[in-house]
């Protein structure tokens, strides 16, 4: 059984069918990168798993458990985190409230501080920055605050949707260097990207999506060297 199990997924928006049957795995302590142009379902696969789009026709299992029909809410306390694209931090709140929120729930105040210094460990920044507000900080910081604010829920599975966009290469760098380390720390992640070639250097495995369908998958070396796909997504 996979930690994750997407099977003949398809999903709409309207009369617009955006994915297309996707059968999809992540096995507990993997990097597993979907990457694909524009316009592909990256993003919508994300959100079904997580709940923010309906499936229509087939299922998403985690942890053994149908999920298919779960609202965003729910996943959330299943231990999914999602990261969605632009980061979507709050501006006018501090830094520390943001990360509050990403523990909204938990009353245990000390428990909020361990996870709090948790975060730090990874993101040293965010602590220096604590009590400036969000929107104040740097793309990379906000981009570093997004994932530490999904970490204070402690989750199971970490879902991040282009995690490097529009950040200069030296952050992107940062921002590959910590997603490996969340990741030797024993996190699984599921992490969609525009940057092929940084996302396939880093995961276990790659799914290349086309349209709303599975083109390729394989390792992330294995795709990196397939000549189709470095022509296609790496020119
Ligand atoms: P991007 O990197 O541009 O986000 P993506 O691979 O993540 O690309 P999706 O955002 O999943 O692609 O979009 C898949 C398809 O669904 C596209 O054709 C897109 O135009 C369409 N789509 C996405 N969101 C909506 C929406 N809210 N309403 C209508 N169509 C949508």
Known sequence: MSYLELKQVTAFYGAIQALKQIDLTVEEGEIVTLI????????????????????????VIYKGQDITSRK??????????HVPEGRRIFPKLTVKENLQIGAFGVK???????????????????????????????????????IGRALMMD????????????LAPIIVEQIFHIIKELNDDGMTILLVEQNAFQALKVAHRGYVLQTGSIWRSGKGQTLLADP????????
Do not use: C, W
């Open 36 to 59: 694909g142009s524009n316009g592909a379902g990256k993003s919508t696969t994300l959100k079904t798993i997580s709940g923010l789009v309906p499936v229509k026709e087939g299922s």
């Open 155 to 166: 989750p199971d599975l970490l879902m991040l949707d282009e995690p490097s966009m529009g």
């Open 228 to 235: 189709t796909i470095t022509e296609a997504y790496l020119a």
């Open 72 to 81: 965003a809410h729910q996943t959330t306390k299943l231990g999914v985190a």
């Open 108 to 146: 245990d105040k000390k428990l909020i501080e361990e996870r709090m210094e948790k975060v730090f460990s990874y993101f040293p920044r965010v602590k220096e920055r604590l009590h400036q507000l969000g929107g104040t900080m740097s793309g990379g910081e906000q981009q570093m605050l997004a």
